[in-house]
């Protein structure tokens, strides 16, 4: 029930293409759905985060879908570039009971070819 | 960048002794998290804490204890490291719980 499902493992696109990752979810108590970028040798960093009342947010090239009847969202990279090659990891969390514990799931390593 | 500082950044043990794992934070946030990263398996929450001498297990908290005696530092104890606790480790920090902030990580390695 605490589990996040990500697909695919591993995105390979050409410059300027549109990345897609997918995510699911159980748990109808989590309320909080980040997205984690993470380059190699280093920590992820919040890239974008969505709540379940809105069905999609968009910060420059990056945007999350959300559908919360099926219980998944996705991250959508427009105008993919090399510079976005790293893993991504979506999350989600359920700040209601206060515990604040974000569950990720598996990682999408991205390669953008020039 | 967030004032989180892990340390050690590279540690290599033997099998069966204890190991310490120690995360500084500067920006007072309440939260504090420890995460370990491998391959397949994502991120997996180890321990959490929500206050000083406030901690709770995570989905993979068997064989670790953690402290955390002062808001600022966190400590992450391997009681008797095993070679399946080979690892990345990322501690993180959080205020409200909206927006996680991640360390450099800790690359433990157990021989």
């Known amino acids: 029930q605490q589990q996040v499902k990500q697909s695919p493992q591993s995105l390979i696109v050409q410059k300027g293409g549109i990345s897609i990752i997918n995510c699911a979810y159980e748990?109808?108590?989590?309320?909080?759905f980040p997205w984690y970028q993470q380059f190699p040798g280093k920590g992820p960093a919040l890239l974008i985060a969505?709540?379940?009342?809105?069905s999609e947010k968009k910060e420059g090239r990056f945007t999350i879908s959300f559908n919360k009847s099926a219980k998944q969202f996705s991250l959508h990279i427009m105008d993919s570039q090399p510079g976005d090659s790293a893993t991504y990891f979506c999350?989600?969390?359920?700040?209601?009971?206060?515990?604040?514990?974000?569950?990720f799931g598996t990682g999408t390593r991205l390669k953008v070819l020039a | 960048d967030a004032g989180i500082t892990q340390s050690p950044r590279h540690k290599v043990t033997e099998t069966g002794t204890p190991v310490t794992l120690r995360c500084h934070q500067t920006?007072?946030?309440?939260?504090m998290y420890w995460y370990r990263q491998d391959p397949g398996h994502g991120l997996r929450l180890i321990h959490y804490?929500?206050?000083?001498?406030?901690?709770d297990k995570g989905e993979v908290s068997d064989g670790y204890s953690v402290s955390r005696s002062k808001t600022e530092d966190f400590l992450l104890t391997l009681e008797s490291a095993t070679s399946s606790q080979t690892s990345v480790y990322f501690c993180?920090?959080?205020?409200?719980?909206?927006?996680?902030?991640f360390g450099q990580g800790t690359r433990l390695t157990v021989v």
């Open positions: 920006e007072n946030h309440r939260y």
């Open positions: 748990n109808t108590a989590f309320d909080y």
């Open positions: 804490s929500y206050g000083v001498k406030d901690t």
């Open positions: 999350a989600a969390s359920k700040g209601a009971s206060g515990t604040y514990k974000y569950i």
């Open positions: 969505i709540r379940p009342d809105v």
């Open positions: 993180a920090i959080s205020e409200r719980g909206v927006e996680a902030f």
